[in-house]
């Protein structure tokens, strides 16, 4: 029959009178708290991995706090053998997971493999001879107690320190090369972990050297330390990107500090009055922290608003800087445009002329045919420059009308019979349906609204092969209505609008990809200029195309 050290058998793992009721104290708040926090920051963020490695740290540190507690309560030496060989390992474990832990804190990245396998190999001698006496020798039955051997008494200790001398390079490393702000967080998390670490492993040396495990135990209160300067940095400084925790974390602490002093209270007034506070702090402390966060909440809300606003008044005043700039560079464009450009192309325009007309003598008909290329390109080139004048002087606000009654008929009459030349010589037929008998008087700028008219019949030349072109007006309901109406490549369905957008051609400018895309939108700008407006319908593509364009008729 196996031998028991002289006290009685544990209740429930680890109540029993040979525990010390300081050790209830200062060992289960630490555990619960450090598993409470962790979760609470996991949940919180799950995909932080630095929050994971905390987690590890936690949970071992309860493992170990577990095992603890069974060896103060056990009489049986068999377990103490086995629970006090594996509290070894596991306390050896805290300090490698501290290691991981403190650096992907504070560089917010793992480990590279290399320094993982680096950082295992001190541990290895334990695990290899976790089980001989090198580490336990046996047992002490007067107070069961093991007898340490040279890996338990010395080389895991000195793992420990190797350990928490790492951590202490790591924050110091991290804190040179930071700025103020910064400093402080790695500050006050330096401070924490190493308190933690220097206080667990000294309890552990003093039990361990002295046998006074009941001294040993103040070394446990440093588990609880470290969450509070964690619980600090979080709600301080934003760590782990996480908000809206430290109330949490307080209720909760307040309810394991409370909840556990009822293991070592001695008399009944005692129990009442710790029964009354720790059943107030349940009932109040949801409320509290509903409070403290809508509090919180609408704060943050406050300070997003105030962040937005003035991000928005630097991007206005960026935008209104570089309005300014774009101003002044489409004031040197258009001096560029009519200074360099049209000069130019009206000496082309002029000489080419002289060429067709024969003024420097007869051509040959191939020499013929390209100067009149030469012709039909500068005529093109002309009417992009205009149209590139004309767009940025509406978009600047700088295009002026000169306002007067008119009669629009004739002046649309007019175009048609001017651009019938042009029209013919695509092979193309331009008939205008605009009777002389009547007469389509609007108020407008007679050269704007002639330039509708140039850009609509020349828009139809440009994307009709062949067939005609009629040009229309008639009067309804007070309003004058142009209509250019062809037998071109037609308009898909649904893009009708689009088509007097800037720079668009619609499935057309395959056919002529000399246009500029600007023609239709200079109808449109010049439209509603005038309170009119212009739409293009079409049964399809390869149907032809109908442009409209209504302005309000004047008696």
């Not at 978009?395 to 042009?422: C, H, P, Q, W």
Request: net charge neutral; proline share 2%; charged share 20%.
């Amino acid at each position: 029959m196996e031998l028991l050290c002289p006290w009685e058998s544990a209740k429930y793992l680890f109540f029993s009178s040979s525990v010390p009721s300081i050790l209830y104290y200062a060992l289960l708040p630490g555990m619960i708290a450090s598993i409470l926090f962790s979760v609470l920051l996991f949940l919180k963020n799950k995909s932080n991995f630095s929050i994971r490695n905390l987690i590890y740290l936690s949970l071992l540190f309860f493992i170990w706090g577990f095992l603890a507690l069974i060896l103060f309560a056990t009489n049986n030496p068999s377990e103490v053998m086995f629970f006090w060989s594996i509290t070894i390992l596991v306390e050896t474990l805290i300090y490698l997971i501290g290691v991981h832990f403190t650096y992907s804190f504070l560089y917010e990245k793992r480990l590279s493999f290399n320094k993982v396998f680096l950082s295992v190999i001190p541990i290895l001698p334990i695990i290899i001879l976790l089980s001989t006496k090198f580490n336990l020798i046996g047992i002490n039955l007067l107070d069961c107690t093991a007898i340490e051997g040279p890996i338990a008494l010395y080389y895991s200790y000195a793992v420990e320190i190797l350990y928490s001398i790492v951590i202490l390079l790591l924050v110091l490393n991290k804190y040179k090369k930071s700025q103020k702000v910064e400093r402080k967080k790695i500050l006050y998390f330096g401070i924490g972990i190493f308190l933690f670490l220097i206080t667990f492993s000294s309890g552990n040396i003093i039990g361990s050297f002295t046998d006074d495990w009941v001294t040993s135990q103040l070394g446990y209160f440093g588990m609880p330390v470290f969450m509070g300067f964690l619980a600090y940095i979080v709600v301080k400084y934003q760590a782990f990107n996480i908000k809206l925790i430290a109330t949490q974390v307080l209720i909760w602490g307040l309810i394991i500090l409370i909840g556990s002093q009822f293991l070592f209270i001695k008399t009944p007034i005692n129990y009442i009055l710790n029964g009354i506070t720790f059943i107030g702090i349940l009932i109040l402390g949801p409320y509290l922290i509903k409070s403290v966060k809508k509090e919180v909440e609408q704060r943050e809300r406050l300070e997003s608003l105030r962040l937005r606003l003035e991000e928005s008044n630097f991007k206005l005043e960026n935008a209104n800087d570089k309005l300014k700039d774009l101003d002044k560079l489409k004031t040197e464009f258009v001096s560029l445009a009519s200074h360099q450009l049209r000069s130019p192309l009206t000496a082309i325009k002029g000489y080419t002329s002289m060429l067709l007309e024969g003024d420097y003598g007869e051509m040959n008909p191939e020499a013929k045919e390209t100067v009149k290329r030469v012709m039909e390109s500068s005529n093109n080139l002309t009417i992009v420059v205009e149209d590139l004048l004309n767009v940025t002087k509406i978009e600047a606000g700088g295009m002026k009308y000169n306002m007067e009654r008119f009669d629009f008929g004739e002046t649309a009459a007019s175009v048609a019979k001017e651009l019938s030349i042009n029209a013919e010589s695509k092979g193309l037929k331009l008939i205008s349906n605009i009777s002389s008998d009547n007469h389509y008087f609007v108020n407008g700028d007679k050269d704007k609204l002639r330039q509708i008219v140039v850009n609509l019949i020349d828009n139809s030349m440009k994307y009709t092969k062949e067939g005609q072109i009629e040009v229309g007006m008639n009067s309804k309901d007070g309003k004058i209505i142009l209509t250019i109406k062809d037998t071109g490549v037609g308009i898909e369905k649904g893009k009708e609008e689009t088509l007097f957008d800037k720079f668009t051609r619609g499935e057309g400018g395959k056919l002529n990809a000399a246009g500029s895309g600007l023609g239709l939108y200079l109808v449109r700008e010049l439209a509603k200029a005038h309170n009119g407006r212009v739409w293009a319908e079409s049964e399809g593509v390869g149907k032809g195309s109908t442009f409209s364009v209504e302005l309000d008729e004047v008696k």
